[in-house]
């Protein structure tokens, strides 16, 4: 458990505060690229606590400023997207996507008063979907290593979704290997060949057996966490039989991501973003090794479950997460549907909006969590004391090893050595993976 001070310290992220200054050294994502489509190119964001404005200008050019204009304060989400940049319908003036004033139409003729006011303004970059904000101090650093920033946008699908709670609760949910055994229980087995788009629908890598019975068979995992330079590396082991031992690879990609495997060939990268405090949004790449992601299958399962635009889940607390206690009893573990993402909504919104770890009693299999939170605990020091966190910020070709999110089956006794052969095999076989190195 932690003490509310520790709690505190861990879950607020506003400007400012511990938390919010060591989120703010990390990329975060801001928008996915297709809610800039349209006619009018401007979305509203709210990030860590910050009411901001998205916009393209008319080169295509994404620029991030605060959401008030710094003349009088009117609200630039109504702004004109005209000669270059986003005007303000107050007054006229006019900012680029660096948040320059180029024109103040109602000022003097000849006056340079534009020369000496800027509208706060952060940079961006855009990646396969995903518009992501670097709200730190400085230059921002290269985006890590990591697979889905390597992969084609052919191999590539983004989305994201809403969740009613603090960001950590939900990060915690992800780097919990043992819940899946329960909380994505499924008392029937579907047709691995029919789970595409969809987690732990598949079929395990050599053997006959669909992820699902793997999960339900088998729900007392050896764990195994092991700290690098990204943040923590998840095994998940699940002996099958005396020969056989499920292996299973996920990652923490500090401070507030995690990557698991979703196919054999396809594996999951997903951020959990403050809005603020008590709410968080979750950006998801889906990257494949093997072939071309299919895109409009992934998009079509998705919006059986989520709203667009809005991307507002469409069940959750107001109707019961969906629960049916005949379900409960005869086909699902939650009694919330066949979808994944229900499940750990219900999981991460039930304990409140930010939860209470003042009364939480950690087992063996919250291994990865304990760490993480120390993990975190160091950074926010670091932070406080003038240093730039280590974790996670190497890239650009310094030898950062990318994560591996794998499912593997180990006959050799050496499981840590089957994760490793089977990455290497399965970089091998892709068309665009082959010359990364292992995690």
Known sequence: M???EKNK????TGRGTPAGDLLRRYWQPAALSEELEGERPIAEVRLLGEDLVLFRDQSGRPGLLARHCCHRGADLCYGRLEDGGLRCPFHGWLYDVDGKCLEQPAEPEGSNFHNEVRQPAYPVREHNGIIFAWLGPG???PFPDYDCFAAPDSHSFAFKGYLDCNWLQAVEVGIDPAHASYLH????DEDPAEGYARQFRGEVAETNMPVTRVLREFSRPEIDVETTAYGLRLAA??????LSTHVRITNLAFPNAFIIPMSKDMVITQWHVPIDDTRNWWYAFFTSYRDPVDKQAMRDHRLEHFTVPGYMPKVGKADNYGFDPKEQQEQTYTGMGFDINVHDQWAVESPGPIQDRTREHLGFTDKAIIANRKMLMRAIAAVENGDDPKLGRNGGGNGFVRPVAIDAIDRSDDWQACWQQSEKKRRETSPWASQT???
């Not at 310290?9 to 607020?12: G, H, S």
């Not at 229980?185 to 029937?188: G, L, P, S, T, Y």
Request: aromatic share 8%; proline share 13%.
């Open 2 to 4: 932690l003490s509310a």
């Open 237 to 242: 082991l699940r002996r099958l039989d005396e």
């Open 185 to 188: 229980r499924f008392f029937e």
């Open 139 to 141: 230059d921002p650093p």
């Open 437 to 439: 190195p292992l995690g």
């Open 9 to 12: 310290l861990v879950t607020e």
